[in-house]
């Protein structure tokens, strides 16, 4: 870890400049080093890398990052109030970083890295990573965005498959990591583990925050696949994995009527030709079975002159 410059402690710095947490802005700081440090050096850690922290808040995991041994930090915050708290961060690394006050759910990226060490696909990663403690409010959003990018290898990841470090509420995680035939598994587990390897890092209690949110956050780390498991466009398999599990309880067949339009119930038909059991709950259903499911559906489509804009839950979705 390379040594900062003295500089004052972020609690020193909340209360000088009356830094209270937004709630509407998710805020719920790390203000501890150890933590901050451990997140920072997970999965290979960011030394000589370029880093895209996303919602700085005051600072602690950004000084970890610079500390880690970043070549250039890139911090990305809303709240302009932080303003003087990475002001003097930005100032004591001469240049290594740059603040950008943006909404990250509209910011463009890929201007965070220089493409100086882009790397090709099926490459090893390139040396940029994406951190978060994410804001609550944006996290399952931020994600999917960032998989629809993955998907098309656009955006930051045009650059290369940059790895990322992101925490997220606990049961949020969980449903992330579920493995197929296990009770989280949901929209969110296919989504993510079809683009990349997931892996948990470790488990920040919710005390460990200022202020401390009710529960408890997990952080994940995140290497994009070079092949993804399904090989269907992303739009189709987020229709698909919403209609699977729009009725969790339920036999699987009761969700994919969504998948067609209002008059058109071709569900039977999709399972027929998927060689898939319809009476099974969504939970139950193996990787190979979606993506038989994707590849039926697409054939479904096709012998019955439909688009996949015809779909019930599509034209529900534009609504
Ligand atoms: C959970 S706090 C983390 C702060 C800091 N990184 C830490 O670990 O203490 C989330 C941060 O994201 C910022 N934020 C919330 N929504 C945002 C958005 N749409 N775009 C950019 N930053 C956002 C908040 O202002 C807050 O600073």
């Known amino acids: ?52 922290e996303v919602g700085a808040g005051p600072g602690c995991l950004t000084r970890s990052i ?22 003097i961060l930005a100032n004591a690394v001469d240049g290594r970083m740059v603040i950008v006050y943006a909404d990250i759910l509209n910011y463009e990226m890929i201007k ?13 990663s390139p040396k940029m990573k994406i951190i978060g403690n994410l804001p609550f409010s944006i996290s399952t959003p931020l ?17 290369g498959r940059i790895k990322m470090t992101l925490t997220f509420q606990e049961e949020v995680a969980q449903r992330i990591l579920a493995e197929p035939k296990t009770s989280q598994r949901s929209r969110l587990s296919i989504m993510t583990q079809n683009y990349c390897h997931v892996k ?29 498991l ?30 067609f339009p209002t008059d058109v119930d071709l569900s039977l038909k999709l399972f027929e030709e998927a060689d898939v059991d319809w009476k099974l709950r969504p939970q139950q259903l193996s990787t190979e079975e979606i993506q038989r499911l994707c590849a039926a559906y697409k054939k479904v489509l096709l ?17």
């Open 230 to 259: 399904i090989d269907i466009d992303f739009t189709t398999l987020e229709v698909i994995a919403k209609s699977l599990f729009r009725h969790r309880r339920k036999f699987v067949i009761k969700g994919t009527k969504y998948l």
């Open 200 to 228: 948990p890092g470790f488990l920040i209690k919710g005390s460990s925050f200022v202020p401390a949110p009710k529960v408890n956050s997990v952080v994940l780390t995140f290497t994009p696949r070079i092949t993804p």
């Open 66 to 87: 610079i500390a880690g041994g970043a070549s250039k930090i890139v911090a990305v915050e809303k709240d302009r109030r932080f303003l003087p708290a990475l002001d």
């Open 112 to 124: 965070a890295f220089d493409p100086v060490d882009k790397k090709a696909w099926n490459d090893e």
């Open 143 to 159: 994600l999917i965005q960032w998989l629809n990018l993955i998907s098309q290898n656009a955006g930051p990841f045009s650059l």
């Open 303 to 319: 012998d019955h002159q439909l688009d996949l804009s015809d779909a019930m839950i599509v034209k529900e979705t534009n609504k």
């Open 1 to 52: 870890m390379i040594r900062l410059p003295p500089l004052p402690t972020i609690r020193d710095l909340i209360k000088l400049h009356n830094l209270s947490a937004s709630k509407q802005l998710s805020q719920n700081f790390l203000l501890n080093s150890n933590i901050t440090n451990k997140i920072v050096l997970l999965d290979g850690g960011v030394e000589n890398h370029q880093v895209c």
